[in-house]
């Protein structure tokens, strides 16, 4: 490693050695000048090349940073130069002007020195650039520090310059100058600080610390019109520790740290404690003379902190409305969120009875699929279309939702369009084929306020509909799900298909029969195909016994509706069948199982699938009977009316089976008889 580098932990070693020479050579003037130590040569030697040599000295290492490494290199060469100019005009001053009595004011010496302003504002310029917060408040409590800084600094440093004050205009010019361009160096630092954290500002504060002892320097010779005082002696010992200050700080590693783009908390403590102190100054100005720069300056300060406050109101308002803003819509497809959609539901259900709205849920086929095979970028672009399509599709009669995940919504009125009309066209702005991929979407449906009385259910019974189409596709989870468990039933009962299709489809036509709607009819016709899932954890020899069973037998077969339940559980979107089957035994008059329900604390479904599954039997082969005619069965059916089955039930059945049309339940008959034995 070149041993000019910059380390990450510390300074280069050449860089420290150089500086500690340095710092021996000005600890060593300042021993001579304050203590008088040797001859008027050993004296003069200090006070002219020492000193010299340590402020060239800083001005080179501050010259040689910038020229060697890239970072904050134009900051630290416009610092380094104006370092040196400031250096040139001393060395001026010791070679041409150092018995010069009365020395010329102003002279090429003070030319050189003003130079270094310029050059030093421009670096400090850079470096707040690039090392300060970049948003407006950053900028407006910088402008706050800097106008209070100015503003104490000129009420201490004007009135003993103007007061030691005389000669020509031109020398009145150049001393005023110097203070003036101290106010300007200190107000940029100033803003420095108070635009980032306290925490790490170490080096501004540094800065700062070097510019104070310039400005107290420069204070001090003025206002001994340049006379040599022990006040003088001690404050020529301000500039060249001033100038090692810097060339410390031009080679510290942190020089070039990276400005946080998140203020802290803290940040906004130094505007206020600032401005806290100008409200002081100003306050002294009515009982002591403190200048009129100084009163100017400190009533633009307190003028930038009511532009401060006014921008941070207008800020919050704006954060406010965007919060809320973003609070009620997807950050992916700006479409309305959530909780947008709760709100507007609450609405839908504060209209009369007669102006209805239709709530769909829907969720997108085939999205998972997509995202795997093209990435989930190009699946959250699919969504942004999807929703851009839904949105313009729905926008005439009310408002599209993404509910999250491929989940999308709409509420609309149907006063201009009917509820199935919306969500077809809804259903086709939610589709969209390519090669390789086909998006569609299932849907489920409520009208409000007619089929629902509040939102949450309103919403459970919309999502209770969407999944229920879902499962009805031949590739969803549902369906496969279904398709494993007929198909267990099946290597156990070879001949179960034909028992579970007549069941199924005499319980369909019945349940239409009663005006089911499409939810409960789906969740009748899975209880009627799974009805005896719970049966594959019986053994085949009790299940083929062509005799009676005794008890223990018997006993595990009554436990095998809560098998089933318990089986279809496993699925959350077979749980409400897996109700149904538990409840397929039990008998209209309580003697049923497994917990002896009676009358309606059956489910209707239940009640239902055990007359039609009783029928399906009698008419089949039987390993335990012998096949019975129709007339026969349904004679059966009857006897077990009132007993067995739900007698009401027994004869919307026995319709379906003659084939009696458009006829309705009927009351229970009150009959009573033989229970039908359907193999348990």
């Not at 700080?249 to 906004?268: D, F, G, L, T």
């Not at 100008?278 to 003379?289: D, E, R």
């Not at 569609?440 to 259910?457: F, I, R, Y």
């Amino acid at each position: 490693m070149n041993r000019l580098q910059t380390r990450r932990d510390g300074m280069p070693l050449a860089a420290i050695s150089w500086l500690a020479g340095l710092a021996v050579l000005l600890v060593a003037y300042s021993i001579v000048t304050l203590e008088s130590l040797g001859s008027e040569a050993t004296l003069d030697f200090f006070g002219r090349w020492v000193y010299d040599a340590v402020v060239l000295g800083a001005a080179a290492a501050v010259l040689l940073r910038g020229i060697r490494m890239e970072a904050e290199r134009a900051a630290w060469l416009s610092i380094g130069i104006g370092l040196a100019l400031w250096a040139l005009g001393q060395t001026y001053y010791s070679v041409v002007l150092y018995y010069a009595y009365p020395a010329p004011f102003p002279s090429p010496a003070d030319v050189l020195f003003l130079a270094f302003y310029p050059a030093a504002f421009l670096g400090i310029v850079l470096l707040l650039r690039g090392r300060s917060n970049r948003d407006s408040f950053a900028w407006m409590d910088s402008l706050i520090g800097a106008l209070a800084v100015a503003a104490i600094a000129a009420a201490l440093i004007f009135p003993p310059v103007l007061d030691a004050l005389g000669g020509s205009a031109l020398g009145v010019a150049v001393s005023l100058a110097y203070p003036c361009a101290d106010l300007v160096l200190l107000g940029l630092v100033a803003a420095a600080l108070t635009a980032g954290d306290w925490r790490g500002q170490g080096p501004w504060l540094a800065i700062a610390a070097a510019f104070l002892l310039f400005g107290a320097a420069d204070v001090v010779y003025l206002s001994v019109g340049g006379q040599s005082t022990d006040a003088l002696n001690i404050a020529s010992i301000a500039w060249p520790a001033a100038f090692l200050i810097f060339a410390a700080v031009a080679w510290w590693p942190a020089s070039a740290a990276e400005p946080k783009r998140e203020r802290p908390h803290s940040s906004i403590v130094a505007p206020i404690v600032l401005a806290g102190t100008v409200v002081v100054l100003l306050a002294l100005a009515s009982v002591h003379k403190v200048g009129e720069i100084a009163v100017a300056l400190g009533v633009a300060s307190l003028l930038a902190v009511l532009v401060r406050l006014a921008a941070t109101f207008r800020a919050n308002t704006r954060m406010i409305a965007s919060s809320r803003e973003e609070a009620v819509t997807d950050l992916l497809t700006g479409l309305a969120n959530r909780r947008s959609l709760n709100e507007e539901l609450q609405g839908a259900f504060a209209n009369p009875p007669d102006r209805t709205t239709v709530l769909a849920l829907f969720d997108l086929n085939g999205f998972k699929s997509y995202n795997d095979t093209f990435g989930h970028t190009a699946g959250d672009d699919l969504l942004q279309r999807l929703g851009a399509s839904l949105e313009e599709t729905v926008a005439p009669w009310g408002s599209a939702f993404r509910l999250g995940g491929d989940e999308f919504c709409v509420l609309a009125s149907t006063e201009k369009m009917k509820a199935d009309a919306i969500v077809a066209a809804a259903k086709a702005a939610l589709s969209e084929q390519g090669k390789g991929f086909s998006i569609t979407a299932s849907c489920g449906m409520v009208e409000l306020p007619t089929e629902v009385e509040t939102p949450t259910d309103a919403l459970r019974l919309a999502d209770r509909r969407m999944y229920m189409e879902k499962g009805q596709r031949a590739d969803s989870a549902l369906s496969q799900a279904r398709s494993v468990l007929l198909g267990l039933l099946r290597e156990r009962q070879p001949d179960h298909d034909l028992h579970v299709d007549g069941v199924a489809r005499l319980a369909s036509e019945t349940g239409r029969a009663l005006g089911l709607g499409a939810e409960n009819l789906d969740v009748l016709v899975r209880a009627a195909e799974m009805h005896d899932i719970g049966k594959v954890a019986i053994p085949d020899e009790i299940l083929r016994k062509p005799g009676p069973l005794d008890e223990a037998e018997l006993d595990l077969v009554h436990k095998h509706p809560k098998i089933g339940e318990r089986v279809l559980y496993a699925a959350p979107a077979l749980r409400e069948v897996g109700k149904v089957v538990r409840s397929t035994h039990e008998h209209w008059d309580g003697s049923g199982y497994p917990d002896g329900l009676a009358g309606e604390e059956i489910p209707l479904a239940a009640r239902l699938i055990l007359i039609c599954n009783a029928y399906d039997a009698m008419v089949q082969s039987r390993a335990y009977g012998e096949r019975l005619s129709q007339d026969e069965a349904i004679a059966e059916l009857r006897r077990g009316a009132g007993h067995q089955f739900d007698p009401g039930l027994v004869e919307l059945v026995v319709d379906r089976i003659l084939g009696v049309k458009d006829s309705g339940a009927r009351e229970p008959s009150g009959q009573t008889g033989k229970s039908v034995d359907s193999n348990a």
